[in-house]
C-alpha cells in the first residue's frame, strides 16, 4: 500500500469514529432533528402536543419559544397570574400555564398565586411549579368566602336550582358553580395572598392562547390608568339573571354619587339604565385592578348584591356582575378590549384580526371568532360604540 493510500485509509477511520461518537451522544441525550408533525388544528378543539422529551404539555404546536425565562427580564410591575382551581384539576391547569409561559410570562417571570377552597395535593404542587421559574404560591380559601352562607334560606335556593334544572340552565342546579360565582365577585381579592398585589390576570384551566404577546399587558394598564380588560363580551343568559338589574337600580338610587357621569353605562343599556341588554364581558378571562375591587363603590355594590341573595335564589354570575360593576363605577376610558390577545375558553374564542392577528403569529383561524358572530357582535358593538 502506497503512501497516498494509508492516508485515505486514515482519513476513513478518523471519520467513522467520530460518526458513532456523535451517534451515542445524541442517543443518549434523547436529541432528535426529525420535523415535529403539527397535525391539525382544530377551532373546536385544539391539538395537544408534547413540546420536549420529557416535557408538559403544551396547546400551541407551532411554538418555537423555550419555557425558561430569558436572561434579561424586563422590569415588571407589581402584578400577579390567580388561578382558582382544584387537585383534580391540574392536567387543565398546566396546560393553560404552559402556553401562557411560553406566549408571555417566560419573558417577564410574573408571580402566580393558587386558590382552592381544599389544601393543594404535593402533586399539584410540584406539577404546576416545575413549569415555572417564577414566584408560586397557594392559598387555602376561608370557609365564609366560599360556601353558601347560613341566612340563605336553603328550601328556596333548592327550590330555584331544581327550577332551573328543568329549564336546562347552563349550571342550573350546581351549588358549587353558585360558591365560585360569589367567591369570584366578591371574595377573591381580599386573599391574604393578594393584599400585596395592584394587578391580577384571571387564568382558567383548559383555555388556549393563540397568540404571541409581544408586549406586557400589566405595563400597558399601568401605564394607561386602565382599571379591567377583557378579550370576550357577549350576552348573559336571562334565565340566570332575572332580577339583578332591579337590584342594581336600587343600589344606583341609594347611592348615586358612586358612579362617575362617563361611565359605560350605555355597554349594559340601551336606553339609559331603565332596562339591562344583558352584555357583560366574560370574566374567565380578565386582567385588572385590584383596587378598583377593593375601592368603596365596587365593595358597597356587591355587600348590596350579597344580602339580595342572588347569587343563589337565582344563579347570578361574576361576569355579569363585575361587568356591572365595573362598568357604572368606573370612567369609560378606563375600560380595554384585548383585541390582540387570542383566546379560548370552551366552546368559545376570540381569534384577532388582521395586523394583530399576522404581529402575534396567532394559530388561530380568524375566520372563526366569536367577535364575528351577530349573537356577540351587539355586545362588541356597543363597546365601540361607547368609547369612540
Known amino acids: 500500500m502506497n503512501v497516498a493510500y494509508r492516508y485515505i485509509f486514515l482519513v476513513v477511520l478518523v471519520f467513522l469514529g467520530l460518526y458513532f461518537v456523535f451517534q451515542a451522544t445524541v442517543s443518549e441525550e434523547g436529541v432528535s432533528w426529525t420535523p415535529p408533525n403539527l397535525g391539525n388544528i382544530s377551532f373546536h378543539k385544539p391539538v395537544l402536543r408534547p413540546p420536549h422529551a420529557g416535557g408538559q404539555i403544551i396547546n400551541n404546536p407551532e411554538s418555537q419559544h423555550d419555557s425558561a425565562p430569558s436572561t434579561s427580564t424586563p422590569e415588571r410591575v407589581n402584578a400577579v397570574i390567580v388561578i382558582l382551581a382544584r387537585n383534580e384539576d391540574v392536567k387543565g391547569v398546566t396546560s393553560s400555564m404552559k402556553q401562557l409561559e411560553w406566549s408571555f410570562n417566560n419573558k417577564y417571570g410574573y408571580p402566580y398565586v393558587f386558590l382552592n377552597e381544599k389544601e393543594f395535593s404535593e402533586d399539584f404542587k410540584s406539577r404546576v411549579s416545575v413549569l415555572t421559574n417564577s414566584k408560586v404560591e397557594f392559598g387555602l380559601i376561608p370557609r365564609d368566602h366560599w360556601y353558601q352562607p347560613s341566612w340563605i334560606d336553603e328550601e328556596r335556593a333548592k327550590k330555584a336550582r331544581e327550577d332551573m334544572k328543568t329549564k336546562n340552565v347552563p349550571y342550573g342546579d350546581n351549588l358549587g358553580y353558585r360558591n365560585m360565582c360569589r367567591f369570584n365577585s366578591g371574595f377573591f381579592y381580599r386573599h391574604e395572598l393578594l393584599q400585596k398585589y395592584k394587578y391580577y390576570w384571571r387564568v382558567e384551566p383548559d383555555v388556549t392562547f393563540f397568540c404571541d404577546i409581544t408586549y406586557d399587558p400589566f405595563r400597558f394598564m399601568q401605564d394607561h390608568k386602565k382599571v379591567y380588560g377583557f378579550t370576550i363580551a357577549l350576552p348573559e343568559y336571562i334565565e340566570t339573571v332575572p332580577t339583578l338589574w332591579d337590584s342594581t337600580k336600587e343600589f344606583l338610587q341609594a347611592n348615586p354619587h358612586l358612579a362617575p357621569s362617563d361611565n359605560g353605562m350605555s355597554f349594559l343599556s340601551d336606553n339609559g339604565g331603565e332596562s339591562y341588554n344583558y352584555c357583560h364581558f366574560w370574566s374567565n378571562f ?48 378606563q375600560l380595554h378590549f384585548f383585541e390582540d390577545i387570542g383566546y379560548r375558553h370552551e366552546p368559545i374564542q376570540h381569534c384577532p384580526q388582521g395586523k394583530s392577528w399576522k404581529k402575534g403569529k396567532c394559530w388561530c383561524d380568524p375566520n372563526k371568532s366569536i367577535d364575528l358572530d351577530s349573537f356577540a357582535w351587539g355586545c362588541i358593538k356597543r363597546y365601540h360604540h361607547l368609547v369612540q
Open 286 to 333: 380578565e386582567i385588572g385592578d385590584l383596587d378598583f375591587w377593593r375601592g368603596e363603590a365596587y365593595s358597597k355594590y356587591f355587600d348590596f348584591l350579597d344580602h339580595k341573595g342572588g347569587f343563589y335564589y337565582e344563579r347570578w354570575g361574576d361576569a355579569p356582575v363585575h361587568s356591572i360593576g365595573v362598568a357604572l363605577f368606573a370612567r369609560k376610558d
